[in-house]
């Protein structure tokens, strides 16, 4: 196939050389950006009067045949087409001829991969976006169903306050709303235009960059030609905001993955969403969870594979940066994936509220109530401290809890207790009386859940 860049040099490339150097066996899914964007270019060029209306007419008319086409499968990816900028190019010259010639005008792949980048990223930014908001939606009801129960909450993966699942839910909630708020953030980056940068230096034709970005959709343009096609911060912008999501989606797989084991037994994973064993019957895998804290690492290495091709580069493009693609376009499908299979899996799961307290129950998660009662007695804090740590490890030898001791038990200890240090070790009022701000009382957590729905209905 002849190469429209053929001049130079005679164009005629080795096999292994085009396999090598061709992208359009993965950039081909943004034929719908590169289509609209050559839209508004033509519409440019002939606004412009850098070619007639009346040939803009025909290249709009041509292109929107092309993705048409495109759209019902009359129209398949040649895949012996460099990208898909040549792709569409060659089609629409094959259809309408020497007009076709005439798109490209004032105009280089390299702002316009560019500009198809942004496009794509600012859709698949929305639709992130989207789904985080469900998760989000999910967890925030599970909390409100759960704002009672009560369950160890852990340091050190030891069992240290009593919480409640609802409290323990609403943190996850609350790193989503701010994954939320970094992609909103990467979207202003991204949501600028490069088309009009052309090679690097700009053009001499007197175009209109401005217009062209408004019929886009964008809010600005590069300020500088060089910079317009030569970096790809947005991306990695994308990439560390999805990387730090992933991170975040780990977190709460790996504690589904712990609460659903025998040993805590604390949820049950519908059957929906796990898997059995080929060789052991009683088996139930929780693997969507596993898989989701596995393919973090896959998006933290298409950032790490992004930033290391981008750190030597001297300005302006190099044919490295057609590496931005895959990745970025790999991570974006994990994380949508991870999002869709982590809401069905909280939607579905249920909770076993006796399990989780009689966990509560074991682990001496009130021993800081204990010290906090004799603190609120008149005795300076370490003190109450040292008592209350010999108070748990009597207990651990006699196998008691806090609950089950007599007062006269107590009193060994110190003069200060009385009738009303069982009330104080409850674990009911020890979440009760969490009052600060963001703490664990049914208070605290019913204004935490509406805050979330304010936040999620602001959006």
């Known amino acids: 196939m002849s190469k429209m860049w053929a001049g130079r040099t005679?164009?005629?490339?080795e096999k292994i050389a085009d396999d090598f150097n061709s992208s359009i066996h993965f950039d081909s899914r943004m034929y719908k950006q590169d289509i609209r964007g050559s839209m508004a270019h033509a519409l440019m060029l002939g606004a412009q009067g850098i070619i007639t209306k009346a040939e803009a007419d025909i290249l709009i008319d041509g292109l929107k045949t092309v993705l048409d086409d495109i759209e019902n499968g009359s129209l398949a990816f040649n895949m012996d087409c460099e990208d898909i900028h040549m792709f569409v190019e060659q089609v629409l010259t094959e259809r309408i001829g020497d007009v076709g010639k005439k798109l490209h005008t004032a105009r280089s792949r390299n702002d316009q991969v560019a500009l198809d980048m942004?496009?794509?990223?600012?859709?698949?930014?929305?639709?992130?976006t989207a789904l985080l908001k469900k998760v989000v939606s999910v967890l925030v009801n599970k909390a409100e169903e759960n704002k009672s129960v009560i369950m160890p909450g852990y340091t050190h993966l030891q069992r240290a306050q009593p919480i409640t699942f609802g409290h323990h839910l609403l943190a996850y909630a609350m790193m989503l709303l701010r994954d939320i708020d970094r992609l909103k953030d990467c979207k202003k980056r991204t949501n600028i235009s490069p088309i009009g940068s052309c090679a690097l230096a700009g053009t001499t034709f007197n175009t209109d960059r401005r217009f062209e970005a408004a019929q886009l959709g964008f809010e600005g343009i590069c300020l500088n030609s060089i910079d317009g096609v030569s970096d790809r911060d947005f991306c990695l912008e994308l990439l560390s905001d999805l990387s730090v999501l992933m991170m975040h989606l780990s977190?709460?797989?790996?504690?589904?993955?712990?609460?659903?084991?025998?040993?805590?037994?604390?949820?049950?994973?519908?059957?929906?969403?796990t898997t059995g064993s080929s060789i052991m019957p009683q088996k139930k895998n929780p693997d969507m969870a596993e898989l989701i804290r596995g393919k973090t690492g896959r998006v933290y290495g298409d950032l790490m594979a992004l930033l290391t091709t981008m750190k030597g580069l001297p300005l302006a493009y190099n044919k490295d940066m057609q590496e931005d693609k895959e990745g970025v376009f790999d991570a974006v499908?994990?994380?949508?994936?991870?999002l869709k299979v982590l809401e069905g899996m909280l939607n579905t799961m249920n909770v076993n509220s006796a399990n989780m307290l009689k966990a509560a129950q074991k682990g001496f998660i009130n021993a800081t109530d204990l010290a906090d009662y004799l603190v609120n007695k008149g005795l300076p804090f370490r003190a109450a401290y040292k008592i209350s740590g010999q108070i748990v490890s009597e207990c651990i030898k006699n196998d008691k809890v806090l609950e089950t001791l007599t007062l006269d038990e107590y009193k060994q200890f110190s003069e200060l207790f009385d009738e009303d240090v069982f009330t104080a070790v409850d674990l009911t009022t020890c979440v009760e009386r969490r009052i600060s701000e963001g703490g664990t009382s049914l208070k605290c957590v019913e204004q935490q859940i509406d805050f979330v729905k304010k936040e999620l209905n602001n959006d």
């Not at 005679?10 to 490339?13: H, M, S």
């Not at 942004?118 to 992130?128: A, C, F, S, V």
């Not at 499908?333 to 991870?338: A, L, Q, R, S």
């Open 10 to 13: 005679d164009g005629k490339t």
């Open 118 to 128: 942004r496009m794509y990223l600012l859709e698949q930014n929305d639709e992130i």
């Open 251 to 273: 977190r709460l797989s790996e504690e589904i993955i712990l609460w659903s084991s025998w040993e805590f037994k604390f949820i049950e994973l519908s059957d929906s969403y």
């Open 333 to 338: 499908d994990t994380v949508i994936m991870c």
